[in-house]
């Protein structure tokens, strides 16, 4: 099994920045890729990035391209989501999935294609 612990949300104002890590640990060489979610209250869960793990090509949402980066750290098994230029929308628990499963880059943009998700960590937007 994988585990994933998330870290780093937080209350940042419109235009500001946040960074998010999540940190694999148990059978870390066997997670193919790792993705970001994020859920709204009354929203369904919506795909906001991914990383393959071995190659490291990155994916994101239409709406936060430009925005967000998803970095690495290949000696930490951390995957990170780096957001920029934060906007009241952004405004969700965000959660980190693991897949240990390859999947298409279309696939990894949904939900039902991860395996193990992390506990989740809210980030506020404020106006």
């Known amino acids: 099994q994988v585990q994933l612990t998330e870290s780093g949300g937080g209350l940042v104002q419109t235009g500001g920045s946040l960074g998010l890590s999540c940190a694999a640990s148990?059978?870390?060489?066997?997670?193919?890729?790792m993705g970001w979610f994020r859920q709204a209250p009354g929203n369904e869960r919506e795909f906001v990035a991914a990383?393959?793990?071995?190659?490291?090509?990155?994916y994101l949402a239409d709406s936060v391209k430009g925005r967000f980066t998803i970095p690495r750290d290949n000696a930490k098994n951390t995957a990170y989501l780096q957001m920029n230029s934060l906007k009241p929308e952004d405004t969700a628990v965000y959660y980190c999935?693991?897949?240990?499963?390859?999947?298409?880059?279309?696939?990894?943009?949904?939900?039902?294609?991860?395996?193990?998700w992390g506990q989740g960590t809210q980030v506020t937007v404020s106006s």
């Open positions: 999935a693991g897949t240990e499963i390859y999947y298409s880059g279309d696939n990894l943009r949904r939900v039902v294609s991860y395996d193990t």
């Open positions: 148990g059978r870390t060489f066997s997670v193919n890729a």
């Open positions: 990383i393959r793990w071995n190659s490291g090509r990155t």
